[in-house]
Structure formats: C-alpha cells, structure tokens
C-alpha cells in the first residue's frame, strides 16, 4: 500500500521547500521530493548561494590588493582557490543542512530520489539506487526549475565548455575565459574570475548587456566593468567552439559578417537557462506545456490538470529565487481556499557584480512602448556622503514616477547595495506610493539610501544635493 499524502511537491528548490513548508503550515500532510541529494535547488547548490559567497571572496581579495592606496599597508597578497572553494561549499553545506531541518521542523515528509508521473494521483520515486517507490497524494505541486540552456550542436563537458555550475568550481584561475553572454550570470562569474586573474572577453549576440534591463543602466554598466579590465565584443553571433589541446577557440560573425576568432582556456556559455520539465512524464497524465516547454498555468498557478499545479521556473515569468518562493506560498494558499496572490510588477531583480545592479517596475523603455507619461528622477552617488566617505561612490539611483499622479512605476539602481536598497522602493509600490511619499520620508544621515530620497525628490526638481 502507497503513502498518502494531501499534497505533494516535486522538486526542492527556494519555491518547492517553501511550497512545501507553507501547505505543512496550514495543516496539509505534506511531501517534498529533491532528486539533487540535498535540498535548495540550483539556487542554493550551485547557482545563487555559492555564487555570492565567490563573488564576496574574490572582491575581498581585489579589496585587500588595493588597501595600500588608502593607508592600509599589508604584506603580499596571495590566492588560495582551494581554500576559498572550502569557503564556499561550506557555506552551501550549512544551508541545505538548514533547508533540511526546516521541513523536518514543519513535518514535511523528505524523500530523496527522482519524481515522475505514474499517473495524475500518483508518483513514482526512484533513488540513486535505483530502488523505487509509489506515493499517493491528492494534489500534485510541480517545482522543478531549471537547468542552463546550450546552443546547437555545442556540448557542456563542465571542463573546457562550462556552465555556471562548472564556473563555480574550477580548480585553477584560468589565463584566458570567454563569456558567451552578456546576461546576469555571466556576468557575475566573470567578475568573479577577472578579480582572481583572468583575462575576460565577453561575446554577445545583441548591442547591449544585460537584456530587458533599464539601457540607461545597462550602459553606465558595461563602461564600469570595462574599466575593470573586462572586455567586450558586441553584436557577435556564436557559430562554433572548437576544443583543442590548449583549451577551446570561439568563432563567431559579427553584424558586418566579419569572422572573429577567440582562443581561451575555457569557455562559459551563459545564454540562459530551460525548464527542467524532461523526465516527468507530463505527457502520460497530460499537462500541456508551451512552445518554450514551460507548463501552462492559470493565475492561480493551476495546470489544465485540475490537481496539478506549477510554479517556479517551470512556468511563465522570470527564473529568480524569490519570485518562485513567492509563488509557493500563494499556490499553497490556493489550494486550502485563500487569496494567494503575487504582483509580478513589483519583483525585484538583482545583479550581484561591484557595483551591484538592481531593478523593480517599469523600464522607461517599457514605458515608452506603453506611451504612458512619466517623470525621472536621478541621483548619483558621487554626490551621497557616505559614498564619499568609503571612496566607493560610482553608480546612481533613477525613479521613474506617473507624469500626472506621482505613483512610482519602477526604480533602478547602480551602486554599493543596490540589491538592499531596492527593497525601500518595493514597499513604496506595494502600496501604491508616490515620489513624493519617498521624498518625505525622513532617511539617516549619512547612508546610501539618502540617494534614494535624494532621487525621489529630483522627480520634482528639487533634489538638494545636487
């Protein structure tokens, strides 16, 4: 006889343990299945967690270089990867041992193993052993993620061609790397290699960086990083990557048909990432998916499957940790009989480089398409005190607010945490405030988010600092 449960959830990722430990709260018998081995998804495995602790220690150790300009005379400096890669697993160690403890915590029923479809009420488990189980479960969370996405006819050996998972643990600080990608990723693991010592070109397909981001942003952003010694090659179409004894040769064609060739130790393809929805067996119980392989859902995140519901990177939307924990918790809502809810234009979205990069509502190129009217405030840090005062001051704060109401539509911030201070503006638009609400509010003296009031109050005309 089958276990039975009253909701089961595929996956354990930010938004599958979240899901899992809501339903757990309000009352359900709960199961959360993670084939990874431990849970926290590609998030806490190997993509945010371990990323940010890199990108921590390699700025730490490019700080550390350069302390002697201010006064701070250290002896020779020197890179132990091997110990900082200890750092960093041991910071994932801590957290997925921590994820593990809050299901256990909540009575959530952990199985380690691979979920599939057996049919619409029951799913099949089969461990690294290759033993198997059946549970029953009245409705069926899918929470799967993602996984990185190739180009054609281009293999990911995680040696010479890596993805993100590979570029979180090379076992040596390579001479030469070319980035395929100017998105988030990307970027942020060459930041991380180019302050440990490599040479690092970016290729990308399309005229700017960081796609769907603010131009404005987008372009203060690429000539700070350009001053950090990495190097850009826009408008360049991949048509292959040649492995050889000395590494891999990258050749592309630019937007004049020109054939440039690019030779490197190793190569990171950072051109997205897929739904991981393969090896579910979705067909057999019949939820549909899209054209991208992403699972239809309705708003309240069920599938055409009446018990079935989706959430995640699996479904429409941006593949972010957070936007994911928050549909966890309203599908669990949903499906006791509450309001579950999530307002897509008020997620955050944060690029963790130095500076850090941070977004929420509306681009102004996304306002233009619109042909909505609007108002813009900016604010840079070269003139915020604090700033000033740790010489750490490149980057602004931009405020995008209605033309006749004042509401705010979006914000944009290039700076030290920036990822912090978005949050202030997420309130702000979770409750409909305006720029002038911001501006009144009283901000400490001296700290980085004085720029975000001064911004606020440059909506108006009237910032003082500037």
Request: glycine share 10%; hydrophobic share 40%; charged share 25%.
């Amino acid at each position: 006889m089958s276990e039975k449960f009253q909701v089961v959830v595929i996956g354990g990722g930010p938004g599958g343990y979240v899901c899992a430990i809501r339903l757990a709260q309000l009352g359900l018998k709960t199961a959360c299945i993670e084939s990874r081995g431990s849970l926290g998804g590609t998030c806490l495995n190997v993509g945010c967690i371990p990323s940010k602790s890199l990108l921590n220690l390699s700025e730490e150790f490019h700080k550390v270089k350069g302390l002697a300009n201010k006064g701070i005379e250290v002896g020779n400096v020197k890179l132990n990867l091997e110990k900082m890669m200890k750092s960093k697993n041991k910071a994932v160690t801590v957290l997925t041992k921590g994820v593990e403890f809050l299901l256990k915590k909540n009575k959530v029923t952990y199985f380690k193993g691979h979920g599939s479809f057996k049919s619409r009420n029951e799913i099949l488990i089969k461990n690294d052993e290759n033993k198997e189980i059946i549970i029953h479960s009245e409705k069926i969370v899918i929470a799967t993620g993602s996984v990185p996405a190739s180009l054609p006819g281009i293999n990911i050996d995680e040696k010479i061609i890596i993805s993100s998972t590979g570029a979180l643990s090379l076992e040596k600080v390579p001479n030469k790397m070319v980035v395929v990608g100017g998105g988030y990723i990307g970027l942020e693991m060459g930041s991380v290699w180019s302050r440990l010592g490599t040479d690092v070109q970016v290729v990308e397909f399309l005229d700017h960086i960081t796609p769907g981001m603010d131009k404005e942003i987008s372009l203060e952003f690429m000539k700070i990083l350009k001053k950090q010694g990495i190097k850009f090659n826009m408008q360049n179409k991949v048509e292959k990557i040649k492995i050889n004894k000395s590494g891999a040769e990258v050749l592309t064609v630019d937007k004049d048909g020109k054939k440039n060739n690019f030779k490197c130790d190793v190569v990171l393809l950072s051109v997205g990432r897929k739904p991981n929805t393969d090896g579910l067996n979705l067909k057999k119980v019949g939820v549909i998916l899209d054209d991208k392989n992403r699972i239809k859902t309705d708003k309240n995140f069920k599938t055409n499957i009446e018990n079935i519901y989706a959430i995640g990177d699996v479904i429409d939307g941006p593949m972010l940790a957070h936007k994911a924990e928050d549909e966890g918790i309203a599908v669990a809502e949903n499906i006791v009989g509450q309001s579950g809810h999530v307002n897509y234009d008020t997620i955050p979205g944060v690029i963790y480089t130095k500076p850090e990069i941070a977004s929420i509502g509306k681009t102004e190129e996304q306002l233009i398409k619109l042909n909505q009217k609007y108002k813009v405030g900016k604010f840079s840090f070269m003139a915020n005190s604090r700033a000033k005062a740790i010489d750490d001051a490149e980057g602004f704060v931009k405020i995008l607010a209605d033309e006749k109401t004042d509401k705010v539509l979006g914000a944009h911030i290039i700076g030290l945490h920036a990822g912090e201070l978005i949050a202030e503006i997420g309130v702000a638009m979770e409750f409909g405030a305006s720029a002038e609400d911001i501006a009144r509010t009283c901000h400490a003296h001296p700290t980085f988010s004085e720029a975000v009031k001064e911004a606020a109050l440059s909506v108006d005309k009237r910032a003082i600092h500037s």
